[in-house]
């Protein structure tokens, strides 16, 4: 034998040595004394009920503490995280493979995953996976993933873009919210007294079902322009501007919604308000400027950012999401605005995104369709006038959303092919859709069964983007635009 294997054996008889000494030493030590201290630190912990036996065999033993284990909360969050990436990509893959969004599969993946599918078809392995005591974790992590989410949205969102086609995508996006927003609040005025969640009052109930018609999925709509090939057009430039601008005022009118909704008088109300304009003021002129200085220009340049750079940047949404849900109208808008003051120095935006929505996207998004689809219960729907009823929100959502934005459109100059096409693309609702639906849940404006009504609406808006902009991409040009006015 050479030195180092003699000097290596050595070493372990020593060592095991001593270690067998220490042991038999510390045999003859005298127990442990229960002081007061130690007494109430043993209360305070939580017990753990120690595996019992099936049976006196030695796989009886072994499988009651496999199953104790399995019964464990992270075990279940590895199991719901397993079934819940998997059936997200397998069905956002089946989906893309007929034409549809990734997004669409992954919204349907969370309602089958739910009471409306696999709760039905096997109640057990439904309980198993999803236990009620799972649920506030699942939610709380599915709100972080949203949450990055929409972080990455803000910085998608191109200020210069929207100044320079500020004329026609103010006036088309605003008309693609006015009018379903409207068609939304007489719509509640027929659907309050059957279908509000108990103890809601009217006025919420109406504007929230006007931001639920009005939402437009700004990441959606691009993603499906880049798959079709028409980002670098006229009518793509056009339309990300315009989802763009109705993204912005949507989501303010939503937080708007918000403030009225969670306070109890119209004081609480305009007090909510107010510290939002603030927490805006202070994020714009105050943060914004302040951020290409606290990264630094060499930072900001390197093709990919430093932990330094991204443990700022988490801290910076962080902080911005806790304030809007401090404030009381959701972390999600805080994260938004994070997003939106950004530096875009050297593609800085883009790079953060990169790293930001692979992980969101992945692992926590799919987690908030999962939480999406066990409130989703298809089942309550389970007469004729419900299902009529669902069919004429869609209806009222694409005539308000599609038509309204198509009629501007082309008021504005814009062909009827562009213009139609244009508003199958705002009719995208998407995964924005959802997040406003389970915050109008979360408030208890919205009762399961019309939450289940806005859900498939979200749905079947969104699926039927792609063929509806494959019809009208059919149709011949014919650019009879009104007297006086030219395509803009």
């Known amino acids: 034998m050479n030195r180092n294997t003699i000097f290596y054996l050595v070493m372990l008889l020593i060592v095991g ?31 753990v009920a120690a595996a019992v036996p ?39 893959g089946l989906f893309t493979k007929f034409g549809q969004p990734a997004v669409v599969g992954e919204m349907m993946a969370g309602i089958l995953l739910g009471p409306s599918l696999l709760g039905w078809v096997s109640p057990d392995i439904f309980q198993f996976v999803f236990p009620q005591t799972s649920l506030g974790t699942l939610k709380l992590l599915s709100q972080i993933g ?41 719509l509640a005025y027929f659907l309050y007294s059957s279908l509000a969640q108990p103890g809601t009052n009217f006025t919420a109930f109406a504007l929230f079902m006007g931001i639920s018609m009005s939402i437009t999925a700004f990441p959606v709509l691009a993603r499906i322009l880049q798959e079709r090939g028409m980002a670098k057009s006229y009518l793509g430039n056009t339309a990300v501007t315009c989802a763009a601008v109705d993204d912005v005022t949507a989501w303010s009118a939503l937080a708007f919604v918000v403030a009225i909704a969670g306070s109890t008088s119209v004081i609480g109300s305009a007090l909510n308000l107010g510290l939002v304009v603030l927490f805006i003021a202070a994020m714009i002129w105050g943060l914004r400027p302040l951020l290409p200085r606290l990264f630094g220009k060499e930072e900001l340049e390197r093709p990919e950012p430093s932990k330094r750079t991204l443990a700022i940047t988490i801290c910076a ?87 309204g934005s198509a009629l501007t459109a082309r008021f504005t100059g814009m062909s009827w092919r562009d213009s139609l096409q244009l508003g199958a693309l705002m009719n995208t609702r998407g995964l924005m859709e959802l997040i406003a639906l389970n915050i109008g849940y979360d408030l208890g404006i919205l009762s399961p069964r019309i939450f289940a009504m806005l859900v498939i609406m979200a749905l079947v808006t969104t699926a039927m983007t792609g063929p509806l902009l494959s019809l009208f991409q059919r149709m011949p040009v014919r650019d009879e635009a009104p007297d006086g006015l030219a395509r803009s």
């Open 17 to 47: 040595g001593g270690i067998l000494g220490v042991v038999k030493l510390g045999a003859h030590l005298p127990g442990p004394v229960h002081t007061e201290a130690t007494l109430a630190a043993e209360a305070a912990k939580p017990h």
């Open 317 to 403: 949404v962080l902080i911005a999401a806790l304030c809007t849900e401090t404030v009381g109208i959701h972390a999600l808008f805080g994260s938004f605005l994070a997003g939106a003051i950004m530096p875009e120095i050297a593609g800085f935006r883009h790079k953060l995104a990169v790293r930001v929505e692979n992980f969101s996207t992945v692992l926590l998004l799919p987690l908030f369709f999962a939480f999406t689809g066990l409130r989703t219960q298809i089942g309550l729907l389970n007469d004729l006038g419900g299902w009529l009823i669902c069919l004429g929100i869609i209806a009222v959502a694409t005539a308000g959303k599609l038509g």
């Open 146 to 186: 949203v949450c990055l989410f929409m972080f990455t949205v803000g910085m998608e969102l191109d200020v210069r873009q929207v100044r320079n086609k500020a004329h026609t995508a103010v006036v088309v996006s605003h008309a693609s919210i006015v009018a379903p927003y409207f068609l939304g609040v007489v």
């Open 54 to 92: 099936a049976s006196g065999s030695a796989l009886g033993a072994m499988w009651s503490t496999l199953r104790t284990n399995l019964d464990h909360p992270l075990s279940h969050l590895f199991i719901q995280l397993l079934v819940i990436i998997s059936a997200s990509r397998l069905v956002g």
